[in-house]
Structures are given as C-alpha cells and as structure tokens.
T-cell receptor
Framework: NAGVTQTPKFQVLKTGQSMTLQCAQD?????MSWYRQDPGMGLRLIHY???????DQGEVPNGYNVSRSTTEDFPLRLLSAAPSQTSVYFC???????????FGPGTRLTVT | AQTVTQSQPEMSVQEAETVTLSCTYD???????LFWYKQPPSRQMILVIR??????QNATENRFSVNFQKAAKSFSLKISDSQLGDTAMYFC???????????FGTGTKLQVIP
C-alpha cells in the first residue's frame, strides 16, 4: 500500500493564482481531512469528508474548496491564492476502527 | 468545542535520559481518543501512541508511555531511554469518535542532546 500520497511536495504561487493540491489514499478509509500547519499554531483543520460525496468545513475553510467524488481522492482547491495561505498542507485519512490518522508527506506552499 | 493545550513549546533531554511532555485538554465528551504524533525534520507525521478514554490502563509502546488522568483531563507522554532519533515536534491530539473533528495542540519541540 502507498498509504496517503500528496502532490506536489513544493509549490510557489503568485497572489491571485489558483491551484489544486492532490491527495489520494489506497486504504479504503471513509474519513479524510486537510490541515494546514503554521509555526506555533499546530495543525488546523481546513475541510474534512466522511465519505464520497460528503464534505464539511473545519476550523479555517475560507479560501479553500474541496470535493470527494471517490473514496480514494480528496483534492483541495485554492481559489485565489493569498500570502496568508503560505503554509504546509497535510492530507490525512482515518482508520475506521482505531481513529488513527495516516498523513501524507505534506505540501509546502509559498504565495508571493 | 474541544481544546488541546501543550504548555511546553520546547524541551531538551540528554540521550538515554527520560523526558515527559505535557498535554491537557478540555471536553464535555465521555468517550474519546487521545493521540501523540511525532513530526521529525522530514515533516512526516507519525503516530506514537494512542489512548481510548474508556480504558483505565495507560498505553505503552516500547519506550513510550502515557500518563492518562481522565478526571484532570491530562495526557502526558513519557519517553524513556531517549535516543537521537526522538528529536522531533510532538503533537497531542484529541478525537471524540464517530468521525468528529480532530483537534491538535500547538506542539512541543523536543531536542535530544548527545
């Protein structure tokens, strides 16, 4: 199993550009989530999904969209990038019984 | 809403010594899960240990153990025989079960000194 994969690993955007961060998991987990990690603030939940076709907002959803058309994929879209969205982004899925989160390797995004 | 507090931004420990990282949380839930995750410089988040709130026995995983005090809402991590590879950020996390949102603390940066 590849676990949770994320692409790209690094990305630089200009203010106003849009892009999609890709996330995929091959463990058949229903629950997936997106976090951003900023210094001194831990991980903050952006959006999450409890299954295909079902998504909901987390703590910091503004400026981001998600969709979940399949169990495997959970892309995160930045609609119009802003410098405040400079961060490291993690995708994770949760094992159904243990509630353990499996994280992707992260994407370091810089918005100039 | 649940909150998780890690009051030690940075800690250091001599190699082979023991160190304890603190975590407190606030919740009105009775059934929940608590986790410690490790983030080494590689940035990959790795589960260290988990504890179900309904279990009174403290979880242990090799050199890692927890002191879970449900009434005090405290969940500390003890690392015994510290190794250089333990150098990392450690995050405490709370999950109330039923696929609810997971709340993370702000992390403790641990440096193991040779």
């Amino acid at each position: 199993n590849a676990g949770v994969t994320q692409t790209p690993k690094f990305q630089v955007l200009k203010t106003g550009q849009s892009m999609t961060l890709q996330c995929a998991q091959d463990m058949n987990h229903e629950y997936m989530s997106w976090y951003r990690q900023d210094p001194g603030m831990g991980l903050r939940l952006i959006h999450y999904s409890v299954g295909a076709g079902i998504t909901d907002q987390g703590e910091v959803p503004n400026g981001y969209n998600v969709s979940r058309s399949t169990t495997e994929d959970f892309p995160l879209r930045l609609l119009s990038a802003a410098p405040s969205q400079t961060s490291v982004y993690f995708c994770a899925s949760i094992a159904d019984n243990s509630y353990e989160q499996y994280f992707g390797p992260g994407t370091r995004l810089t918005v100039t | 809403a649940q909150t998780v507090t890690q009051s030690q931004p940075e800690m250091s420990v001599q190699e082979a010594e023991t160190v304890t990282l603190s975590c407190t949380y606030d919740t009105s839930e009775n059934n929940y899960y608590l986790f410690w995750y490790k983030q080494p410089p590689s940035r990959q988040m790795i589960l260290v240990i988990r504890q179900e709130a309904y279990k009174q026995q403290n979880a242990t995983e090799n050199r890692f153990s927890v002191n879970f005090q449900k009434a005090a809402k405290s969940f500390s991590l003890k690392i015994s025989d510290s190794q250089l590879g333990d150098t990392a950020m450690y995050f405490c996390a709370f999950e109330s079960g039923g696929y609810q949102k997971v709340t993370f603390g702000t992390g403790t940066k641990l440096q193991v000194i040779p």
